[in-house]
């Protein structure tokens, strides 16, 4: 069974940083890809950043620059180094690996102006 927890989430002011970890099991985690994707308030799930198993990555426009995806296939770990922080950040954030439909509880990030 996939499990997927999310942590390193919080409140922090604008132009702050803030790295997310996702601690998966229950997959081969070394051969997937894996999603960070966040939904704020009224607003639909978005994605974030992706990270392939041949370590490539793709950002969101609103990502790119400030955000850094990467992965510990050792620790089975996703990771979101997340900088500059701004107001519009503010969202729950959350991992799931590709082609699975188990999510995470998420982890809260509220940046403030």
């Known amino acids: 069974q996939v499990q997927l927890v999310e942590s390193g989430g919080g409140l922090v002011q604008a132009g702050g940083s803030l790295r997310l970890s996702c601690a998966a099991s229950g997959i081969t985690f070394s051969i997937n890809a894996f999603g960070w994707y966040r939904r704020a308030p009224g607003k639909q799930r978005e994605r974030v950043a992706i990270?392939?198993?041949?370590?490539?990555?793709t950002y969101a426009d609103s990502a790119k620059g400030r955000f850094t995806i990467s992965r510990d296939n050792a620790k089975n770990t996703v990771y979101l180094q997340m900088n500059s922080l701004k107001p519009e950040d503010t969202a729950v954030y959350y991992c799931n690996p590709f082609g699975y439909v188990t999510w995470g509880q998420g982890t809260q990030v509220t940046v403030s102006s």
């Open positions: 990270i392939r198993n041949d370590g490539s990555t």
